[in-house]
């Protein structure tokens, strides 16, 4: 695209602002910022019109399999889920693609020490979870680490320079998630320099369509793989490739899994299981009603008492199906750092941006039915979300103490 051509593109989307240092770049910059422009897909602007009725939705609770549930079948659970590993119907994703602002860490979130007097990374943390597993199945389970343009490098060096934390190499797959631009709070795409956008990785859900456009799916598709165990890289504790859950979901019947917690008190701020109109779907603790987030069902418990720790059991058969659904985008508020009329890049400290993202959550919705999975929050729930307070670094050091990790 030509200077006028991209100018016109850019009227039509009231964006033209990032030409505005054009005059001073160098004919590299330029090429730069105009294929960045080129590649924006701009149907991502239509999330922010709020003017579309919301669909009226029945929600309702949703059951879960209680720990005590499931102690009572632990042994069956358990053959079941490793048998399944044995014949290779596991495959593992880590989502380690997000930018952890929150905890503002300049390198991927999975590289961040939790040791205090030993290097004792994420990423070692979780790979040394799923490596007890591979050494009890006695075979390697193919692992996809969904990364993006932002962090990439780093993770793959990071892996490379720690030996893959002795996982088998040939059975860790990296890809690349999209990108989409970031705006103010008006609209306005943000820019980084004066030649290239604020652009933030897509979000947490769209992960499938990702791992179809880096070419990995195909593979996926023509062996023996039935499952995918999705998870997310900021739980310390969390229970990857879990053969007790893989087996209880296969027996359920149900079409996919997932692990949650029991909330700790009514008003926690976590994503609640139930179901909409029927189909499984998480509702955020800032839709719940007033009512709903006290509802108790007949045994006392809380209706809506089961919050979602992203661990999610999905079937290959009907992602395949769902492939071609477009993900909604969902607007957040988040940190982007951008550059003032001074041409300085500015790292705020609060929200001072949107960003685009699909989210797991939509995901469910694809699926017919859930298996609620109830895991002790103490022993599988430590997200590293915040540099201080609530589930922090301090927070989750401290659930890994409790654990028996010597840090
Ligand atoms: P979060 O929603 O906590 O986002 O991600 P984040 O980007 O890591 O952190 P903040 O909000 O900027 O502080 C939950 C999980 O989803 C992954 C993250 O890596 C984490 O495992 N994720 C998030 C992606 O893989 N891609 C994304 O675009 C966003």
Known sequence: MNYEETLNLLSEY????????????SDKEKEILTSQINDVD?????????????????????????????KEQVISYKSTGIKAIQEGKLCLLLLAGGQGTRLGHDKP???FNMGVTKEMSIFSLLMSNTLKIVKEAGTWIHLYI????????????FFQANNYFDYNPEYIHFFVQELNPSTDMNGKI????????????????GWFSSMNKAGLLQKIFDSSIEWINVFAV?????????????GATIESGKMC??????KAFPEEKVGAICKENGKPHIIEYYE??????????????????????????????RLKETLDNKMPLHVVKKIVPYINENKELIYPTEPNGLKFETLALDLIHEMDDCLVFEVDREKEFAPVKNKSGVDSIDTARELLKKNGYEL
């Open 14 to 25: 009231k964006q033209s602002h990032l030409l505005q240092y054009w005059d001073n770049l």
């Open 42 to 70: 701009w149907s991502f602007l239509n999330s922010m019109d709020k003017s579309a009725p919301k669909k009226a939705s029945l929600i309702q609770p949703l059951d879960a399999l209680s720990i005590d549930n499931i």
């Open 109 to 111: 979130k999975g590289c």
């Open 146 to 157: 969904m990364t993006s343009d932002i962090n990439y490098d780093d993770t793959t060096e």
């Open 190 to 205: 943000l820019m980084n320099s004066p030649y290239s956008l604020a652009l933030s990785p897509n979000g947490n859900g």
């Open 234 to 246: 900021d739980n310390v504790l969390q229970g990857i490739a879990d053969p007790i859950f893989l």
């Open 257 to 262: 899994g997932a692990k949650v917690v029991r």
């Open 288 to 317: 719940l009603s007033e009512e709903m987030t006290y509802q108790k069902n007949d045994d006392g418990s809380l209706a809506y008492g089961f919050g979602v720790i992203l661990n999610y059991l999905f079937p290959i058969s």
